[in-house]
């Protein structure tokens, strides 16, 4: 049956999958104290580092990515420790976050939505907003982590709520519209709300939880006209989606905040400059992380 001009079958309130968010198992430990001490000079780098290489499934993920080819170390990085001193504590502290993340969700069982294209969506708008902060002045690392996140709110309501949420993916498909739409039309709220109180239940820093809830409307973020981490995100997403860094050839490329834009102050020609070696970056990312 078409859903076209249909809500879901029962109302969903935002509060329930708020509490569904506090059934959701937290974060490995040491990844939630990583993410908080990413901006901490007295973070004792070296028992994060021991914590992380116990998890030898993250660890060695983490290790692949830190030997691809574009960081151009010229012998092989064996340990989370040495990965460290050469890469640097909070480069290493995204690579670790990524390959946590990315393993944490399943794959939502009876939907048809492919989890692989979902994440290199997300590993390209985290390569760009990194790309962007650099440029503006802003943190490069927790860039990437919001970047990310930023559409971590469809996996949880693909996996704890995919009744209604087959409900917003047949009436994206039926309308031809974007995801976002689609959720507000049927469930009455979107995936950026349940992302942000995601990302807050895993402790993230409040920088990070506000841009994954304004990626699709910065302006309601700006400081004092100066571009914000919600800025960077949201056109990392535009760009991630322009750029079709996740081969889906039939989603629509998000409308671009005019305002967003002119507060990141970037050139047309800089920008080209900026991400001429994303889409290679991208794929050694996508093969790194996968798996």
Sequence with gaps: ???????????????????????????????????????????????????????????ARALRVANSPFYGIQHKVASIHDAI????????????????????FPSPAGLEFDLARFWRHGIGTALCARALAQESGQDAETAFTAGLLHDIGVLV???????????????????????????????????????????????????????????????????????????VVHIANVLSHALDLARASDALVPLLQEAAWQRLNLSTTRLKHVLADIEHEHESYCALLAG
């Design 85 to 104: 001193v050469i890469l640097g504590f909070r480069a290493v502290g995204s690579l670790v976050t990524a390959a946590s993340v990315t393993g944490y």
């Design 157 to 231: 309501l693909l996996t704890t709520r995919p009744r209604h949420y087959r409900q917003v993916l047949s009436w994206r498909h039926e309308q031809d519209c974007t995801l976002i739409d689609a959720e507000n039309h049927v469930l009455g709220f979107d995936h950026a709300r349940v992302g942000e109180a995601l990302a807050q239940r895993w402790l993230f820093p409040e920088e990070i939880s506000r841009a994954v809830a304004l990626h699709h409307a910065p302006e309601g973020n700006a400081l004092n006209g100066k571009a914000s981490l919600a800025d």
């Design 1 to 59: 049956m078409s859903v076209s001009g249909m809500k879901a079958d029962r109302p969903l309130a935002l509060d329930e999958v708020l509490a569904d968010i506090r059934q959701l198992p937290s974060l490995p430990a040491v990844i939630s104290e990583l993410v908080r001490t990413l901006d901490d000079d007295l973070a004792n780098i070296d028992q994060l580092a021991e914590g992380i290489a116990k998890d030898q499934s993250l660890s």
